[in-house]
C-alpha cells in the first residue's frame, strides 16, 4: 500500500499514467515508461522499492524495466551516503532526454538499415537487379543518409537554437507554400 511519502499527486499521476500510455504506443513497455516518468517528475534518485511501491508495481516489474531504461541510456544508478541500495535517476533536462531518445532510437532503428541498404547498393548481385529497383533502393538510401546527417546536425544544436529552427520551420514552410 502506497503511504503519504510516496503518493503521486493527481497531475502527477496523470502525467505518469499518460506517459506509460504513450510509452506504449511508441513500442516501450508502459511500466519502463511510467518509471522514466516518475523519475522525471520528482527530480531526485529513488530506490527500486520506492518505485514499486509509488507505482503499485510489482519489484522485479521495477527492476526488469530500470535495466531497459540503463540500456537505453535514459536512466543511471547512483549510490547515496549510508544505503546500501542502488538507487535511480534521469536528466531532469527535457532537452537531454529528448537527444538521448532520439540518438538511441537512431542508432537501434534507422542505422541499421541505411548500413542494410548501403550493403546492398555495394553488392556486386545489385547490379543484376532491375532499374526500377535498384533505382528506389538508391533512392531510399539517399533520403535516410540525408536526414541521419540532418538528425546530427540538429543533436549538436543547442536547445535554443533548435526551438528557433523548428519555429522557423513552420514559417519556412507557408513561405514556400505561398511564394
Known amino acids: 500500500m502506497t503511504d503519504a511519502s510516496t503518493a503521486l499527486s493527481?497531475?502527477?499521476?496523470?502525467?505518469?499514467?499518460?506517459w506509460g500510455e504513450m510509452?506504449?504506443?511508441?513500442?516501450v513497455n508502459r511500466t519502463v515508461a511510467q518509471i522514466h516518468a516518475?523519475?522525471?517528475?520528482?527530480?531526485?534518485?529513488?530506490?527500486?522499492?520506492?518505485?514499486a511501491e509509488t507505482l503499485e508495481v510489482?519489484?522485479?516489474n521495477v527492476s526488469t524495466s530500470l535495466r531497459e531504461l540503463?540500456?537505453?541510456?535514459?536512466?543511471?544508478t547512483l549510490h547515496l551516503m549510508g544505503d546500501r541500495r542502488d538507487h535511480f535517476e534521469t536528466s531532469k533536462d527535457v532537452w537531454e532526454l529528448f537527444r538521448t531518445v532520439v540518438r538511441e532510437r537512431k542508432a537501434r532503428e534507422f542505422d541499421p538499415t541505411v548500413g542494410m541498404l548501403r550493403e546492398l547498393v555495394a553488392d556486386p548481385a545489385f547490379a543484376a537487379e532491375s532499374a526500377d529497383v535498384r533505382a528506389r533502393?538508391?533512392?531510399t538510401l539517399a533520403l535516410m543518409s540525408a536526414l541521419s546527417a540532418w538528425g546530427e546536425e540538429m543533436l549538436r544544436l543547442q536547445p535554443a537554437t533548435l526551438m528557433k529552427v523548428m519555429k522557423l520551420g513552420g514559417r519556412i514552410q507557408k513561405l514556400l507554400r505561398d511564394g
Open 38 to 51: 516518475l523519475l522525471f517528475l520528482s527530480g531526485r534518485p529513488m530506490h527500486a522499492e520506492e518505485i
Open 137 to 139: 533502393a538508391k533512392e
Open 58 to 60: 510489482a519489484r522485479s
Open 10 to 18: 493527481p497531475i502527477s499521476r496523470r502525467f505518469v499514467l499518460h
Open 70 to 76: 540503463i540500456n537505453l541510456n535514459l536512466v543511471r
Open 23 to 27: 510509452g506504449s504506443r511508441w513500442g
